[in-house]
């Protein structure tokens, strides 16, 4: 659940409640899919992604600032 900013002071910390780093994950079971479904709709990621031995992973913030991983892990049993 994402909440709502409720005032001034919690409206200037939007986009850095973790200090620039991602704190939001999306886990998907087809890592290619999905990145093409995002850049389809026209979301923007920050970095090309990175496939790893143990996972694919892509960062894109959301309309607020908040940072995500696009990440597909490959023990993922789905």
Known sequence: MLAEAGGDTQTAA???QTGGR???FLDT???TRGHGAF???GVTFME???HEDYVSVAVFPDDFGN???LIQYVWSSR
Do not use: K
Request: charged share 30%; net charge negative; glycine share 6%.
């Open 14 to 16: 939007i986009g850095n």
């Open 22 to 24: 991602v704190a939001l």
């Open 29 to 31: 079971d087809d890592f």
């Open 39 to 41: 850049v389809a709709r």
């Open 48 to 50: 090309a992604p990175r």
């Open 67 to 69: 940072l995500w991983d």
